[in-house]
């Protein structure tokens, strides 16, 4: 049975970025814990899947210099920061196996994969939020975290591209891509976390799912 889970694609997950946090403390636990048992036991891959300019391997580091800290080792080729938390995660979890980083446009399962997906809800839920408070935000993150808890992303196709932009959504085209693998499957769905620390509506959820496609 394929599994996947989604995890924050906010890079203040990431300790070194925000420090130890206390409003983070929760989801941090959660997509951790989410994250050891997806590996646990685990003989194929870790497929990563965000909306990023291009894919990556284990053998990429995760730069942060954006964000003031050191950078990559010499020689080393960059992970782009929308693969942050799941890198982080991952490394928490002592993943050490193989695990490959792709946009959705890229992904092809093995059998034996297993799958991150990196997304957030909107950043405007409060006024210290990335985008300031939105009044339409909390609202918006509600349908989503419904739909994350049913396994019916169908919300996805309510959702004007305009407001996407506007309330700093990411990783639409992640949980577009994760509705269309699942799609026609039964799917066990679990909302492990639902919340907005520092104004951005963030999730952890699992899925599962078996069969064909109907």
Do not use: F, N
Request: with cysteine.
């Amino acid at each position: 049975m394929p599994s996947a889970v989604i995890v924050p694609a906010s890079p203040a997950l990431v300790p070194a970025l925000s420090g130890r946090t206390p409003e983070l403390d929760e989801v941090r636990a959660a997509a951790g814990s989410a994250v050891r048992d997806l590996v646990v036991g685990l003989t194929g891959r870790v497929v990563v899947v965000a909306d990023a300019p291009h894919g990556a391997d284990e053998t990429w580091t995760l730069d942060l210099r954006g964000y003031g800290l050191a950078g990559v080792p010499a020689g080393s080729r960059s992970l782009p920061v929308a693969y942050a938390s799941a890198a982080w995660l991952l490394d928490e979890a002592g993943w050490d196996g193989p695990r490959t980083y792709v946009p959705p446009a890229a992904v092809e399962l093995e059998d034996g994969d297993v799958v991150l997906v990196v997304a957030d809800g909107t950043a405007c839920r409060s006024e210290r939020a990335p985008g300031h408070l939105d009044a339409r935000a909390e609202g918006i993150d509600a349908r989503l975290a419904a739909a994350l808890e049913t396994a019916d992303l169908q919300v996805l196709a309510e959702l004007d591209e305009t407001v996407v932009a506007e309330l700093l959504i990411a990783g639409i085209s992640a949980l577009k891509w994760l509705r269309d693998t699942a799609a026609g499957r039964h799917v066990t769905a679990e909302l492990a976390y639902s919340g907005a620390p520092l104004g951005v509506g963030l999730w952890v959820a699992r899925w599962a799912w078996d069969g064909p496609a109907d």
